[in-house]
């Protein structure tokens, strides 16, 4: 499935002319922070073909591309798109889900034009007074949610890249903080650190 722009064409119709796509990165990780997307195609705006036609969900496109079109989508004047971050010791406080509703309301309000309809990717609704719409696989269907999973992926990984630095012994800048084999193993041996998130059932189990 391509992700294209059905969903975006049909509101802009009904005239909401800030249509913006929302996608997460970061649920599933044992540690780092959760980090959200907001992206806002300006006006009925035809897409550069050449240049985005190959544009999927995150997860199905290689380190390089991700790198690739997040410099295309942050850099054309016609896309408007902010960042949310939640990090690992709030997670911990609220749980993961009501992190990631968090980091998309971050993400919506650092948008410089405020959008007239949402559209997440997922099956739940975020605390905002805007109208928005629900899509499961929005990644995957929705062009601005699969540009917002860019975003918010490549953001977060160069998160984790800076924390590697920071703690080495983890190899985050291989796995991300994803319960890896080997992330296991050297939590298991070294116990947790600062961006572990200590209520998820392998870190909880594991610490020394």
């Not at 059905?6 to 980090?35: H, I, M, T």
């Not at 749980?95 to 959008?115: C, D, H, Y």
């Not at 499961?136 to 590697?164: H, N, P, Q, T, W």
């Amino acid at each position: 499935m391509t992700p294209n722009l059905r969903e975006e064409k049909k509101l802009w119709k009904k005239r909401y002319k800030r249509v913006v796509g929302l996608d997460e990165a970061g649920r599933g990780p044992l540690s780092g922070p959760v980090v959200a997307a907001a992206v806002l195609i300006i006006g009925n705006w035809k897409l550069e073909i050449e240049n985005f036609k190959k544009l999927r969900d995150s997860k199905k496109l290689s380190p390089k591309k991700r790198e690739e079109f997040y410099k295309l989508l942050t850099k054309n004047p016609n896309i408007g798109w902010g960042i949310g971050k939640v990090s690992e010791k709030v997670i911990d406080k609220i749980n993961i889900l009501e992190a990631t509703k968090l980091a998309m309301e971050k993400a919506v309000k650092k948008l410089k034009r405020k959008p007239d309809f949402l559209i997440l990717d997922g099956n739940f609704k975020i605390d905002v007074k805007i109208p928005q719409k629900s899509i499961i696989k929005g990644d995957e269907k929705v062009f601005s949610c699969a540009a917002a999973s860019i975003l918010a992926k490549v953001y977060r990984d160069r998160i984790m890249e800076r924390y590697d630095k920071k703690y080495p012994l983890y190899g985050f800048s291989k796995h991300k903080g994803y319960p890896t084999k080997f992330h296991l193993k050297m939590l298991k041996k070294y116990g947790s650190c600062k961006i572990h998130r200590k209520t998820f059932g392998p870190v909880r189990g594991l610490q020394k």
